[in-house]
């Protein structure tokens, strides 16, 4: 059975810094494409940031040049580094990850529980 452990997130104030974690336990079919959410109050969920097969990171428009994704594949763990944060970066922060078919799909198989990331002015 496959788990996504999230970690790092809390409060901050605004133009501080997070790092967050996501680690993928009991997977060990290969690799994983890899992907942050996030869904701010009364907000629909939306992509913050992901890995491609091909290495290619996709970013949000709004945290473009701020926030910067990783993987350590060894690890299976997934990392979003977020600097400069404003106070429209608040909202639960969720991780997902699905099998590496050589490309990777929009739909994923495993879901984290999702973390709180609170940014004040």
């Known amino acids: 059975q496959v788990h996504l452990v999230e970690s790092g997130g809390g409060s901050v104030e605004a133009g501080g810094s997070l790092r967050l974690s996501c680690a993928a336990i009991?997977?060990?079919?290969?690799?994983?494409?890899m992907i942050w959410f996030r869904q701010a109050p009364g907000k629909e969920r939306e992509v913050v940031a992901r890995i491609e097969s091909d290495g290619r990171k996709i970013y949000a428009g709004s945290v473009k040049g701020r926030f910067t994704v990783s993987q350590d594949y060894d690890k299976m763990t997934l990392y979003l580094q977020m600097n400069s944060l404003k106070p429209e970066d608040t909202g639960t922060y969720v991780c997902a990850a699905d099998p590496d078919r050589g490309w990777c799909r929009d739909r994923f198989e495993y879901w984290g529980q999702g973390i709180v990331v609170t940014v004040s002015s």
């Open positions: 009991g997977y060990t079919a290969g690799s994983l494409c």
